[in-house]
């Protein structure tokens, strides 16, 4: 079965520490995975995918298909970065999401 | 440009009315999508449009549920009649009929059914 898995509702983390949302998935083939953020009475918008291979704001994900992970991560988080992560995955660019249950970062001053 | 828009923001309905929830797509975005988000559970695909035909919708949960995209541009979901479990956020997105090309989400309508 196609499944993102994303273990954590909450993660609560103080003002420059290191972050790192989990992300599992299941899929028979080899797929795109994203992560979607959304902040608070904003859209939900793309924060990167793997195949770009980027950094934004900070935040790098490395997919790792050995042990079919695609964790989310930044070393030094900032009180910005509080909003709901998704991390979610497309048999390809541009098409439909499967995507995780979410999971909500929040930053302490 | 401006961005995927849905419209209405919220709507609170009794359970057996009628919703229509409307999302524009980014102009020239053939691809248009509708999702939704239960209280508690992940965000889940309905179904998707390329211009004005249904591409997939497998993810349409019964025939309570009926989208439309005539001509091609923006899209419509129908509840009839609307039942206590259909309340969540529904979420509309586009993008290009290209490979590569990221979606791109609208605001979503908060629907709660009383």
Redo the contacts between chains.
Sequence with gaps: AQR?TQPEKLLSVFKGAPVELKCNYSYSGSPELFW?VQYSR?????LL?H?SRESIKGFTADLNKGETSFHLKKPFAQEEDSAMY?CALSR???G???????TELSVKP | EA??TQFPSHSVIEKGQTVTLRCDPISGHD?L?W?RRVMG?????LL?FVKESKQ?ESGMPNNRFLAERTGGTYSTLKVQPAELEDSGVY?C?S?????????H????TRLTVT
């Design positions: 993102v979607y904003q859209r939900l918008q793309l995918r195949i998704y390809l660019v541009g439909k999401l499967i995507f995780g249950q979410g | 961005g995927v691809n999508y999702y559970k992940e965000i889940k695909f998707h997939d979420f997105a993008s290009q009929d290209r490979a590569n090309s990221p979606l989400f609208g605001n979503g």
